[in-house]
């Protein structure tokens, strides 16, 4: 009898993005093919990790070693597959409790994870990296600002967004100075720091990379060409409001450029699994916008699309992921 490999498939989590994670899990889970893989959907909200069987019973994961406890068996891991966007799952927490537990997981380390889910830092990275980025004010509070002195600075109109969050949640493109405070505010609803962003004009783009077989392979580039003023929450998620083109109808040398930048970057930053890295494409150079080491796997996302562009299946994908974890954990 062949061993079926046991995934924890965690989803939910405690930020903005519950709802897409478990979009995206459901996707996982229906590709994860069941004669190689006994997949656990587990939701992931504070400290509560629940995971709940097909007949409806709910069972606690035991955190002191990562098991499930069922009627009939005890349930080791082989590997966690983490789709869970933010914190805990984007931004090192759960890395580093996998850490110490000793189970492997598809995405990049507790270090990689913490620094590029920090937009202010990953910046700064990626300006020593070469790239260009936009210049970016970081404050820590919303009392005492010099509104008139960042404006100065950073240009009209300009991005206020928390520095830790994701889908957009927060982020606002504020024209005038009278609307800073306020796009300050609501920024700080979901983070303790706050960026004040020059706009880049510019192409968005969008570019996946993951490891299989310990090569790096670098997906075709998508454009995102959104509905609104720019790629909000409800372009994001609403059929409709954001065309997704895939590859992106660019130039032979301009993909090129995009391509060994983002595998570039994806190695400097010493990722693992599937990442994310956006960009703005202004009048022949690339720009740095962010990194996203859990992209979003729902169907109408993203990484889905570039992987079947690049003439892969989601199901192999998806798989390729796991066992390019597990492999690389054998090796630790
Ligand atoms: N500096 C900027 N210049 C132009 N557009 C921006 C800038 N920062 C953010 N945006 C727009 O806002 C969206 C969300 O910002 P981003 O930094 O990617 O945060 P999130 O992690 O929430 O996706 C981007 O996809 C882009 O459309
Ligand atoms: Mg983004």
Known sequence: MIQRLKIALLMGGDSGEYEVSIGSATVVNKYLDAEEFDVYPILMKARNWTYTSPEGTAYSVDKDDFTLTLEQEKVYFDCAFIAIHGTPGEDGKLQGYLDIIGIPYTSCDLTTSAITFNKYFCNDLALQYGMNVAKT?????EFNLDLNGIITEVGLPCFVKPNKSGSSVGVTKVYQSIELLDAV??????????????????????????????????????????????????????????????????????????????RELYNKFNCSGVVRFDYFLTEGKWWFLEVNTVPGFSEGSIIPKQVLASGNKLNLFFRQLIIEAISQKSKV
């Open 137 to 141: 004010i970081i404050v820590r509070s």
């Open 185 to 262: 505010k609501k920024a700080f609803s979901e983070d303790d720091e706050v960026l004040i962003q020059q706009f880049i004009k510019g192409r968005e783009m969008a570019c996946g990379v993951y490891r299989t077989n310990g090569e790096v392979v670098v997906l075709p580039v998508t454009e995102v060409i959104s509905k609104k003023d720019f790629f909000d929450y409800e372009a994001k998620y609403t059929k409709g409001m954001a065309e997704e083109i895939t590859p992106a109808n660019i130039s032979t040398s301009e993909l090129e450029d995009c391509q060994s930048i983002t």
